[in-house]
């Protein structure tokens, strides 16, 4: 199991941004098609972006034109731009593998807090 380690979150203003990096030991990023997880109190983990080995990218409809996805083979690291935040987006926010379910490692995640 590859241990994730999720990074940039913070405390940010309704229409603010913030860039999460996600770094991983070895090449996986550019072998595994990846996502941007988050979870908020009290809901059930979702998958809010996704990027695949070919490059292609797919995002949640609740984040469509506001968040980026991508990566960085060379530095072993996935980011996500969040921009136009808004407190519903506040969540934990993690990275994984596509697919990745309950029963895999998760990561410490980030705390992503959208408040005035």
């Known amino acids: 199991q590859v241990p994730f380690v999720e990074s940039g979150g913070g405390l940010v203003q309704p229409g603010g941004s913030l860039r999460l990096s996600c770094g991983a030991s070895?090449?996986?990023?550019?072998?595994?098609?990846m996502g941007w997880y988050r979870q908020a109190p009290g809901k059930q983990r979702e998958l809010v972006a996704q990027?695949?080995?070919?490059?292609?990218?797919n995002y949640a409809d609740s984040v469509k034109g506001r968040f980026t996805i991508s990566r960085d083979n060379a530095k072993n690291t996935l980011y996500l731009q969040m921009n136009s935040l808004k407190p519903e987006d506040t969540a934990v926010y993690y990275c994984?593998?596509?697919?990745?379910?309950?029963?895999?490692?998760w990561g410490q995640g980030t705390q992503v807090t959208v408040s005035s």
């Open positions: 990027i695949k080995v070919g490059g292609s990218r």
């Open positions: 070895g090449s996986i990023f550019s072998i595994y098609n």
């Open positions: 994984n593998t596509l697919g990745a379910g309950d029963g895999d490692y």
